[in-house]
């Protein structure tokens, strides 16, 4: 397996206004990048907006979803008026949440300034006939792209958790979740753009034109992208304001400019894959990373990661380290707000065992009392449900890992993920702290063992000898999953 480390010490260059911007921050700050924290959904999608908006030479989009909601309509058609400024837009999505959105998709990229492809595709395109085609190219077909990118210009980038959709950006009326990722400018964001390269040059990323069933017509193309055009300023059903054309956006990211903290990062993805056929029995690039880190941790490693799987052989490199006294403490979904119960049952079958190891965890409550931190609008926190979505981790407050990559045996072992590695005391701190209040009674479940080795979850005022705020049948239907070996495809 190919591992690709990029540590960056040089100069980027791009577009004339994103290039003055990002050049005049950067030069105080020789062979370091500059960074943002995006803690916060409405923050998220504030400066997605004003990127695609502030273009002007290139948009490069890589996600493993981008969903036909409020808040991924309203970018796809900013998408559009970058591309009928003369803006290159490309961008890549993995197949498996397509749903038989080709036809659409190839529509977009008829028009000539935008290109989009499809990444490891199955040969049946819709229904029933596309899941079947797994049985018949499974080793193939169960390597994922999870990566998720947005570089403009080749300037400014962000990297880290969140897909496009409502859920991600605080837009959901019923679910919204707790996510993380990065905005950067310099040198590191020439990785962004290698780690997109090498995806859209793969042999497995297909045009979605050789893809859809219809070509479509001059006279279809024509009304679909007038519609799209007439309402690209539209920004009905979005909670929050956002820049709308170039100017504001780049008052957005001037000021945006101010925020950075600067320091050394190394940025690190898996590249696509090239043989359908040999065994993932090698750990990612992304998952090495992450043992590197945690090897040379002399008194803490806080994760924070949406499904947490290990196995046998992780624990065992874990216990071995032998660090007195090493925390470890993890903060993930618990049943009750895991969006995927599977992923929460491969979890449950080795929950005992992390613990015996001397594993903290704590399990995110639905209800949380941070909602109003951390999502914009109260009225949501009232009856909404919250869930974590976000891959970060910090070693020793000093060294931060974000990026797509969650500490489950899919991300070890099968999918091309993206990660940061920030070296910045300041930035990691800050994560911390925000982490440890994802841990904190009023937002989590600390998970232990009794005095009978059976487990108990302490909340507020509370010990609780079952999954908290889950009734009877979803906790059998997680019970059942749990006894079948799956984990390794979780």
């Known amino acids: ?38 803690d916060t959904g409405r923050e998220a999608f504030l400066y997605r907006a004003a990127m695609i908006d502030a273009a002007n030479s290139s948009i490069d989009a890589q996600y493993y979803i981008w969903n036909s909601d409020t808040s991924g309509l309203y970018l796809a058609r900013r998408l559009l008026v970058a591309a009928d400024r003369g803006v290159r837009v490309r961008v890549i999505l993995d197949d498996i949440n397509l749903g038989g959105r080709d036809d659409l998709l190839a529509l977009f990229a008829s028009h000539p300034n935008i290109d989009i492809k499809v990444y490891n595709p199955a040969p049946v395109r819709e229904g029933a006939g596309k899941w079947l085609s797994f049985l018949t190219d499974f080793d193939r077909l169960n390597r994922r792209m999870h990566n998720k990118s947005l570089v403009v210009d080749g300037v400014v980038g962000i990297i880290g958790g969140r897909n496009i959709g409502d859920e991600y950006f605080d837009e959901h009326a019923t679910l919204n979740f707790r996510d993380r990722d990065v905005l950067a400018v310099g040198p590191v964001v020439n990785g962004f753009s290698a780690n997109f390269d090498a995806f859209w040059g793969s042999e497995w990323s297909r045009p979605v034109g050789e893809l859809a069933s219809t070509t479509p017509s001059e006279a279809a193309y024509s009304e679909r992208i007038a519609e799209a055009r007439d309402r690209a300023s539209e920004t009905d059903g979005l909670k929050l304001d956002v820049p709308v054309g170039q100017e504001a956006a780049l008052d957005v990211l001037t000021q945006s400019m101010a925020t950075l903290t600067w320091a050394e990062a190394d940025f690190i993805f898996e590249p696509p894959l090239v043989d359908p056929d040999a065994l993932p029995d ?12 945690v090897k040379t941790a002399e008194s803490e490693v806080l994760i924070e990661s949406a499904y947490f799987i290990l196995d046998d052989e992780a624990l065992a490199q874990i216990r071995s380290l032998n660090k007195e006294p090493l925390r470890i403490a993890v903060l993930t979904n618990s049943l009750a707000s895991n969006d995927v119960v599977p992923n929460h049952a491969g979890y449950a079958r080795w929950r005992p065992e992390a613990l015996e190891h001397g594993f903290e965890l704590y399990e995110l409550r639905p209800d949380a009392a941070a909602c109003t931190v951390w999502i914009a609008y109260d009225e949501f926190c009232t009856d909404g449900i919250v869930g974590l979505h ?16 969650n500490a489950n045996l899919r991300a070890m072992y099968l999918n091309g993920e993206t990660v940061l590695l920030i070296h910045s005391p300041e930035l990691a701190a800050k994560v911390a702290d925000s982490i440890e209040l994802g841990m904190a009674p009023a937002n989590s479940w600390e998970v232990e063992l009794d005095e009978d080795g059976d487990l108990q979850w302490q909340g507020l005022n509370q010990t609780l000898s079952s999954e908290p705020d889950t009734d009877w049948w979803l906790r059998t239907k997680a019970w059942l999953i749990s006894l079948l070996p799956i984990e390794d495809y979780l």
């Open 1 to 38: 397996m190919l591992y690709i480390l990029f540590t960056f010490a040089g100069a980027a260059s791009a577009a004339p206004a994103l290039d003055t911007i990002a050049t005049t921050a950067a030069e105080p700050h020789p062979e370091q990048s500059g960074f943002h924290i995006l």
């Open 390 to 405: 976000s891959k970060t981790a910090v070693f020793d407050r000093r060294v931060l890992y974000i990026g797509s990559f």
């Open 282 to 293: 090698q750990l990612t690039v992304a998952a090495q990373a992450l043992a590197d880190a």
